[in-house]
């Protein structure tokens, strides 16, 4: 009994030692490895969703694009005139289109005899209706009608008003002719051209000098092309 005691004892002073020799803790040295400065940067939601947006306001800005310009010039003399001012400005680097406008401005009377079997039959009735206004002490402007419907007809003129065609009409019927009165139209035309350009400078500044040296009469009227309301004039 006595020699299990002593054993035991033994036993616990060794396992006391062998515990405190394994217990003892190692010096271990961490290294940790570098990491760029940007993995752990703390980034607001909202800085992320206006950063795009920022971007593309930059690219836009940094893109100007100028508008495209339109000169509306005009009235030129007559279709001629205003093809040979196509042909200039487009000599130097502009497009143009030709614009035609037509309005009745005003009504006339005709008055006229109508037309007769022969242009030769005509002629001789002229001759004795001009012989019989003599005669009459009466003046009154008279020609031949040498084409169209009323062709072999003779015309006394346009008048301005109804009042003074019914009065030449008169003065031939105490002559001894039956004349009648139509009603006529009169159709003015305009000519302008319309003219492109990147921007008012260069046309303005450069080119309308030019023209108004050599076509005084003209005038231009600009505007951008998206765009429908008129712009100042110069001269």
């Known amino acids: 009994m006595r ?20 217990s ?3 010096d271990f040295t961490t290294v940790q490895s570098p990491t ?13 969703n206006s950063a795009p947006l920022a971007a593309e306001t930059n690219n836009v800005e940094s893109d100007p694009r100028p ?37 009745l401005e005003r009504s006339s009377y005709r008055v006229y005899l109508p037309s007769f079997s022969s242009l030769g039959i005509a002629a001789i009735s002229l001759e004795a209706i001009k012989d019989a206004l003599v005669a009459a002490g009466l003046t009154l402007e008279s020609s031949l009608i040498t084409e169209g419907s ?13 009042d003074e ?5 008169v003065q031939l019927a105490g002559l001894g002719y039956v004349a009648d009165i139509d009603q006529v ?25 030019k023209i108004q040296i050599e076509r005084p009469y003209l ?8 765009t429908i309301a008129q712009g100042a004039q110069f001269p």
Do not use: H, M
């Not at 760029?36 to 992320?48: I, K």
């Not at 042909?87 to 497009?95: N, P, Q, R, T």
């Not at 231009?220 to 092309?225: A, D, G, K, P, W």
């Open 24 to 26: 003892k803790p190692e």
């Open 67 to 103: 508008s495209t310009v339109c000169f509306s010039i005009g009235d030129f003399l007559d279709v001629s005139d205003a093809n040979q001012f196509r042909d200039f400005v487009g000599a130097e680097g502009f497009e143009s289109t030709l614009n035609l406008t037509q309005y």
């Open 150 to 162: 009323l062709e072999n007809g003779i015309a006394f003129g346009l008048f301005n008003t109804q």
């Open 185 to 209: 139209f009169q159709a003015d035309s305009i000519f302008r051209v319309l003219v492109r350009a990147s921007n008012s400078s260069p046309f303005e500044l450069q080119i309308w000098p």
């Open 36 to 48: 760029s400065p940007g993995d752990n940067t703390l980034v607001l939601l909202s800085e992320l």
């Open 165 to 169: 065609a019914v009065n030449i009409q």
């Open 3 to 22: 020699n299990i005691v002593i054993l035991l004892l033994l036993s616990n002073v060794a396992y006391f030692f062998w515990s405190q020799f394994k």
């Open 219 to 226: 005038n231009s009227t600009e505007n951008l092309c998206e």
